[in-house]
């Protein structure tokens, strides 16, 4: 089955849409009930480590930022493959750069990944919006890379509540000093810089744990 949809697919209506998903992904629709999770766990120690509960806390928009070619997209297909292995997750492709045989070879299970190219920002979150209102699913990533624009406030307020509600995920990945994710609104900025074999995550901000802390991580961990 085609697990994607394409950007002149996507409806503006909100009914529509779900519909449309709904569709394309019937096994997922109801299966992302109302999580009792206290914690993510990454698959990375050194990154679980930074949090109380040895994991990212649930209901939580957890930003990730690099410049070029500093690892941060192979750090979140990291990510996304825990995501898959816990439940069902989406891509939602706002670069147009999600390549299916580079996210498999991350560990990403594809048949339990549907991934959505919106035509914008806003749309984006929308979507987004919609997946964790309706239950869809609770593990959702934003990429926001070549975004330039800030990102609606009202919007992002309106999806941090719908995942805290869902006590989901939802990562956004975005280019270094971007400021398409207002300082306010992601309880986690992890900065990714490139270091030896793998990458140093710094907590460039954060409401969850320790600003200032720095860790390595390799890939193959």
């Known amino acids: 089955m085609n697990r994607m949809i394409a950007p002149g697919d996507i409806p503006q209506d ?82 147009r750069s999600f390549f299916p045989a580079a996210a498999a070879a991350c560990g990403v299970d594809l048949e339990r990944l549907l991934t959505v190219a919106p035509a914008n920002g806003p749309t984006a979150l929308r979507v987004a919006e919609l997946l964790l209102q309706s239950r869809i699913a609770s593990w959702i990533v934003l990429d926001l890379v070549g975004q330039k624009e800030p990102l609606p406030g009202l919007m992002l307020h309106r999806l941090r509540l719908k995942v805290s509600r869902s006590r989901g995920l939802v990562l956004l990945l975005t280019e270094n000093n971007s400021g398409v994710i207002p300082p306010s609104m992601a309880s986690l900025r992890l900065a990714v810089a490139r270091a030896g074999r793998g990458v140093r995550l710094t907590v460039a901000r954060s409401r969850i744990c320790k600003e200032g802390e720095s860790v390595e991580v390799c890939f193959d961990e």
Do not use: M, N
Not at 17 to 25: E, T, V
Not at 56 to 74: F, N, V, W, Y
């Open 14 to 95: 909100l009914a529509a849409l779900k519909r449309l998903i709904q569709r394309k992904w019937p096994e997922a629709v109801g299966l992302a009930s109302e999580r009792l999770d206290l914690a993510f766990r990454t698959g990375l120690p050194a990154l679980d480590a930074l949090f109380p509960h040895e994991g990212i806390p649930c209901g939580q928009l957890i930003e990730i930022t690099g410049g070029p070619s500093s690892g941060k997209t192979t750090l979140l297909l990291t990510l996304l493959a825990s995501l898959s292995r816990s439940g069902r997750a989406v891509y939602i492709d706002l670069s």
